[in-house]
């Protein structure tokens, strides 16, 4: 199969995961090609097809659609699969240029409504409530993620927490800071991410008093490492479509524990689940200390199904969509 996806690179978070994923273990198998921009390349297996478009220009000018007509001419990919609602606008309005029309799926991957995602030939949700802003036919194909082997890292010598994620607030990170401040134990707690909250989150960190405990670390491409290496990973989201950190929490993290939102809602059992406000999270981070092997036990029952989430068991759920939709648009 020739696969083209479609990715507006904004920063490397979770749509351009899901996406790098999926074209990294597809190309194993079939031709592979992705439209975004160069500044992924360093994640992309060097068997994907990299073009570089930009997916910024008007995508109602003519002469621009018909260019991009030509590009799909030329690679000729039996199916294209995007994942921001531009890039459908884009893919759909250049095919008025094409004799032989190419069938389009996309992926859903936020809980903000948007109507034209209705210009895809099919729709993937990633969860039971992205479905259901959908209003055309869709299905639901959950994330997973490729398994990186962790390897153990230096880390401090106290209780270590870790946080993951862009620095936005719908993060919650900055629930989690205030509840750190409630602690009566030693810890060292490490974020990880960049993001527009971050000079918000080091002043609520230095009005706290919490600058020898709480650390922006930036981005890490060793993610894996740090949360196999900490004592506690902590998902405290305002909310989350899905929640990527959760699988990366059930491969590599000894234990998580997770505001009730997106994928940990579903996997994680209410007593690793927390009511979002500094002081329930603080009392529950106290009491994970204080039971810390009780909640190492629980957690091992969810990462034994860990194999549930591979990126194997994902792209052979898209690959499936990918031929049943092009055997419906070609019938014989």
Known sequence: MRILHTLHWVQFAGT??????????????????????????????DEVHLIEFDFEKNRYNPLFLYQTAKLLEKISPDIIHCHNTKE????????????????????????????????????????????????QESIIIKNGMTYQPPTKISRPDK????????????????????????????FECHIFGQGEEQENLQQQINRLKLQDKVLLKGFSNHINDVLYSCDLQIIPSRFEPYGLVAIDAIYYAPLVISSHTGISEQILPEVLKFENNPQFLSDKITEVYNNYDNFIYIFDQIKATKDCFSIEKMASSYLDAYQKLINSYYPN
Do not use: W
């Not at 606008?89 to 996309?106: H, R, S």
């Not at 989690?176 to 134990?185: D, G, Q, Y």
């Open 16 to 45: 351009e995961k899901v996406c790098v994923d999926l074209c990294n273990e597809m190309v194993k198998e079939h031709q592979v090609y992705l439209l975004s921009q160069e500044e992924i390349r360093p994640y992309l297996n």
């Open 159 to 186: 209780f270590y927490i870790v946080l993951v994620g862009r620095l936005d607030k719908m993060k919650g990170f900055d629930i989690a800071v205030e509840s750190l401040a409630l602690l009566n134990f030693e």
């Open 88 to 135: 459908i606008e884009i893919m759909k309005y250049a095919q008025i240029f094409l004799t032989k029309k190419i069938p389009i799926i996309a992926t859903k991957h936020t809980l903000q409504y948007k109507k034209k995602y209705n210009l895809a030939d099919l729709c993937v949700a990633i969860l039971e409530d992205t479905k259901q802003l959908l209003k």
